[in-house]
Each structure stands twice: as structure tokens, then as C-alpha cells.
T-cell receptor
Framework: GEDVEQSLFLSVREGDSSVINCTYTDSSSTYLYWYKQEPGAGLQLLTYIFSNMDMKQDQRLTVLLNKKDKHLSLRIADTQTGDSAIYFCAETPFVNYGGSQGNLIFGKGTKLSVKP | KAGVTQTPRYLIKTRGQQVTLSCSPISGHRSVSWYQQTPGQGLQFLFEYFSETQRNKGNFPGRFSGRQFSNSRSEMNVSTLELGDSALYLC?????????????FGPGTRLLVL
């Protein structure tokens, strides 16, 4: 079945780069997403990548996709204390009815702690 | 533009009761999805509504149901509450629920079942 896995914790120093990793199992064409959740808040979409892409860059964020290994990573450059949050990797399988994003499969989340 | 709003924000119920949660999407958004977040199971998809029709459904028992109104507002209902239903229930909206659209999440309703 479909499953998304992430490491649970990551600690970095302010100014360093953070790399959050994710593996997924669905081999069909899919979109892959990164969400951020701050304490007491809902989820915020950071970025997404389609499975026919290898890389996507958006300001401080770089997403790398290794389709062969079904491995996705999110790199945050110049990490700030405000980046401390839980980061979720998510996918939506190609077979999803009507192409809807509604049925997202999430990883358990990686808690990023940024030390000053 | 107002974001996704969910009411109530916090709720305490006892086993066997039922509960109704409400979600108002961003104006103009027609797709509304519901997710359950628990420490053990993480985020799990409940269902998605589009134009008053349920378009997708997750693997939850029939005690969990939902509906969407003509103004796109959505409600979810849980009947015969169990302790394991204690969770943060998140609602998300997007224009049409297409894959590349941004899906905006509300702050959630935290339900505690005693």
C-alpha cells in the first residue's frame, strides 16, 4: 500500500542549511508536497513537485526528487529560528479520482529545531 | 481575504455522544477536505467534498460522515464517539481540488473524548 516515511527529528544551528528527507512507496505518477505546521496552527503548503521533475527551487527552499529510490528531500538554506516547526511530506496517488489533491497521504512529520 | 475558519476550536465530549464540526472555506473555494491528526496515526484523510458531492473518502468507519452546502461550507459529524476519536480535525479548501493547487488549511478543531 501507500506509505510515506520521514525521520522524526532534526536539529540545526541558525544560519546552517537543513535537509529533511522523505521516502514514499507509490510508484505511479504523483505530486509530492511539503507542508509546514507551527504549534497550534494548521498546515501551510510550502512547495510541491511533480514526479517528472528532479528539482524545484523556491527562494530558500530546494526540493530534490530521486524517482529511482522514491526519495524526496527539502533543503532550507540559511535556516532561521522562525523555521522551527514540523515539516510534513505528502503525496497524492495518480489513481486518485478526478485528479483531486484532496486525498493526501502524509508522513508522520519531522520536527525541526533551530538553535540560535 | 479571510482564511479557512473552523468552529468550534475546542470541544470536549463523552463516549457515546455525537459531534458536528464546521468548516468555512476561503471565499470562492469549492473543494473542502477533512483530515484527522493524532500523535499515533499522524494525519489521515477523512473525505473530500466538491460542489456538494463527496468526491473521495478515506478509510474511516461509517460513524464519520460529512456534507457540503451550496455555499461550500462543510460539516463533519462523528456519531457514537469513542476515546480514540480524540484528535485535531483539520479542514482544507482549494479552488477545485486540482493537484497543483494550493490547499489552505484551517487551524483545526481539537476534540477530546472522555
Amino acid at each position: 500500500g501507500e506509505d510515506v516515511e520521514q525521520s522524526l527529528f532534526l536539529s540545526v544551528r541558525e544560519g546552517d542549511s537543513s535537509v529533511i528527507n522523505c521516502t514514499y512507496t507509490d510508484s505511479s505518477s504523483t505530486y509530492l508536497y511539503w507542508y509546514k505546521q507551527e504549534p497550534g496552527a494548521g498546515l501551510q503548503l510550502l512547495t510541491y513537485i511533480f514526479s517528472n521533475m528532479d528539482m524545484k527551487q523556491d527562494q530558500r527552499l530546494t526540493v530534490l526528487l530521486n524517482k529511482k529510490d522514491k526519495h524526496l528531500s527539502l533543503r532550507i538554506a540559511d535556516t532561521q529560528t522562525g523555521d522551527s516547526a514540523i515539516y510534513f511530506c505528502a503525496e497524492t496517488p495518480f489513481v486518485n479520482y478526478g485528479g483531486s489533491q484532496g486525498n493526501l497521504i502524509f508522513g508522520k512529520g519531522t520536527k525541526l529545531s533551530v538553535k540560535p | 481575504k479571510a482564511g479557512v475558519t473552523q468552529t468550534p476550536r475546542y470541544l470536549i465530549k463523552t463516549r457515546g455522544q455525537q459531534v458536528t464540526l464546521s468548516c468555512s472555506p476561503i471565499s470562492g473555494h469549492r473543494s473542502v477536505s477533512w483530515y484527522q491528526q493524532t500523535p499515533g496515526q499522524g494525519l489521515q484523510f477523512l473525505f473530500e467534498y466538491f460542489s456538494e458531492t463527496q468526491r473521495n473518502k478515506g478509510n474511516f468507519p461509517g460513524r464519520f460522515s460529512g456534507r457540503q452546502f451550496s455555499n461550500s461550507r462543510s460539516e463533519m459529524n462523528v456519531s457514537t464517539l469513542e476515546l480514540g476519536d480524540s484528535a485535531l480535525y483539520l479542514c482544507a479548501s482549494s479552488l477545485a481540488g486540482d493537484r497543483e493547487e494550493t490547499q489552505y488549511f484551517g487551524p483545526g478543531t481539537r476534540l477530546l473524548v472522555l
